[in-house]
């Protein structure tokens, strides 16, 4: 069974600018730098006809896992993000994000929405995180969640200062 994922984040920049936000090879090297860690780059990144398409990967130290985590799986994590942003022409984006993390039998996917409301931009992001691991997985699944929180709201805060000139 998977754990629900939801997240929401709210702009006084346009879509155009959120979105570029989003997608932009500097920002997003910018943002991984921000956020640390080891094994960060983009391997990826390509403009398609209707859109991006974009690969993340992060790592997270050993040191900095939990518990539960270090028992079933040794050394760093390492996390694949890929992202695929759709440019519908209107001043709506949509896009999708697939993430899996090396030797680890998981995923978590999402849809992601940029859409005006009001004189303000908001990013939506909803999905889900599922752990096929005997015992452990839900017990993991809700901690993947809660992370992936927690990083999306680094992200929004992050673009926040991005779209303001101090990224």
């Known amino acids: 069974m998977a754990t629900p994922i939801e997240h929401r984040a709210r702009y006084v920049h346009g879509t155009d600018e959120v979105f570029a936000a989003q997608t ?10 921000h956020a640390g860690g080891s094994h ?9 006809a209707d859109g991006i398409r974009y690969t993340l990967v992060q790592g997270i130290d050993t040191a900095k896992l939990p518990g539960a985590v270090r028992r079933v799986h040794r050394g760093d994590l390492v996390v694949h993000r890929e992202h695929t942003w759709t440019d519908h022409g209107t001043g709506r984006y949509t896009g999708t994000v697939a993430v899996h993390v090396a030797d680890l039998p998981g995923r978590l996917t ?47 805060e992050f673009t926040v200062r991005w779209l303001a000139g101090r990224g």
């Open 24 to 33: 932009d090879e500097r920002a997003l090297r910018a943002r991984l730098a």
């Open 40 to 48: 960060a780059g983009i391997p990826t990144h390509e403009t398609t």
């Open 110 to 156: 999402a849809d992601t929405e940029i859409t005006a409301e009001g004189e303000h931009s908001v990013v939506r992001t909803r999905g889900s995180v599922a752990v096929r691991l005997p015992l452990v997985g839900g017990t993991l699944e809700n901690m993947v969640a809660e992370q992936v929180t927690r990083l999306l709201d680094a992200e929004a």
